[in-house]
């Protein structure tokens, strides 16, 4: 053979193998991209604690109640609500009325098929008073008979009507526009009234829900202490099956566990988390961090000063004092979160200028021989390291005011209850569900159980409007609404709006599918993640 003859066969032997190569490569990513099914997730909370009980009425393990329950309605990436347990609804035309429909078939994890009664039960359980929960407050001034039944008048709530087997009905007081915002949140998960009936709160130690997963058993320590919960598929679930066999959730997963990928998903907890090769999701919440007031008692009463201290406070060095590297602050000076529909960040408002601050307390008829009486700040329980740290810098800004403070430590709201002097306290709300009011009104209303006890802030003309919003039946009126308080509320500065949260997520290279929902970690979708290893 000629060396152009084997020149010649040679070239396409390498075309053909790079040929070969590039579909493999390309099968290999395909492959890559195709959910497998199996495996475990073990993920670390975000908290430092557990509690072994699972009643969605009353306890903080949201993400674990979104993989066990199931609600009559969910919220998309974009805040759209999709039909979940309900499998359609209708509003009547006054708005006062929402009649759903719920899916046949679907079943709790102990076999029993779902009907209207649970559904009845379970968010009448929101208002029973021996539930001991908070939620009540968002049904008693806008569901028909709820409040009857909260004072115990009533044997059931009128306004929750059981049609049929499969038709539940809700009569609302006035037209209520973010009625499904409100039933698509974790507290309104439906609970099997057969088994709560019987069982009490000992149900919620082994519950037994309508969603993708269900639980297995407690994950124990040494001591056999309860250190977290083993979920397993629900193969019988009535919407998409989850990839993952199983999922291990607990808050006592260390650093150490995720580096040597002994679990999957990990709070950003260190920098060491930038060494190694991981993923790493961001997220904005609906938190927001306040540094509230006392508007009840002098010289806090005035608007004028409250203005002062606002105008005397970096927050830039405030959010520097509170950076964690899981959930790293930045600055808000929206009372509205502006991640809501219909709201932006507010970039004119809250700006520093000591000099300025100065001037207002002078004219106020302070620093010539009238010295600013000292203020408590109230930090809230349990202590944390940021917490000093904030108190720190607002203690020196303060100072350069001639205001003098002094950190104390509240549990609830009746640790103010009593307090006849000044006072300011950091308030971390986080909403429980995404829409303006579950802000306004239990913060800024005048007939707020926490407004009345925390800031003591009372305006007529936000109390007006609020009303106004209760009955609107326009969105986008409703929301026009809300930004004429938020006006009213950079005029009174009842409360300095400080800093938002952002999450951060650290997921080991094969976790594929994670998403953070708009609600952030604790709603996350565990039945859509699979592992590609």
Known sequence: MSQQQARFLFLPAVFL????????????????????????LRVKAFTDHFWPRLDPARDPQTFIMEQIYDGLVRLDQDLNVLSSLAESWVISEDGKKCVFYLRKGVRFHHGK?????????????????????????????????????????AQDIQGFRVRDKYTFEIQWLSPYVSALYLLSMNFCKIVPRDLVVDQGNDFFFRPSGTGPFKFAYWLRGPKLDIVGVRLERNKDYFGKKPYLEALEFSPYYTLDHFLEKQIDIIPYISERLSEMDCQVLENDTFSTSFLGMSCHIPPLDRPSVRKAISLG????????????????????????PAKLRGFFPADNEGKFDAEEARAVLRQEGYFEGNAFPDLNIFFPQPRQDEDVKVYRVLRDEL?????????????SWRDLRSSTEPYLVMIGWIMDYPDPENIVLPMFSS?????????RYSSPRVDE????????????????LFHRI???????????PLFSRQQRLALQPYVRGAKIPPLGFLYLDAKEIWLAE
């Open 17 to 40: 193998t790079a040929l070969m190569s590039a579909h493999q490569a390309q099968s290999a990513t395909k492959a890559a991209d195709v959910p497998l099914r199996g495996g475990t």
């Open 113 to 153: 098929e779902l009907d209207a009664d649970d559904v009845k039960f379970s968010l009448e359980r929101l208002v029973n008073k021996k539930t001991v929960g908070g939620f009540y407050q968002y049904f008693t001034s806008k569901v028909v008979g709820a409040q009857e039944y909260y004072e115990g008048k």
């Open 313 to 336: 406070i970096d927050k830039k060095e405030v959010v520097k004092a509170a950076f964690r590297f899981d959930t790293v602050p930045q600055v808000t000076n929206n009372f509205i």
């Open 399 to 411: 100072a350069t005011l001639g205001i003098k403070v002094r950190m104390k430590y509240y549990r």
């Open 447 to 455: 007939s707020s159980m926490v407004n009345l006890n925390l800031l």
């Open 465 to 480: 409007l609020i009303r106004k919003t209760e009955v609107e039946r326009s969105w986008t009126a409703r929301i026009a």
């Open 486 to 496: 938020e006006d009213i509320l950079y005029a009174d500065i009842p409360a300095i």
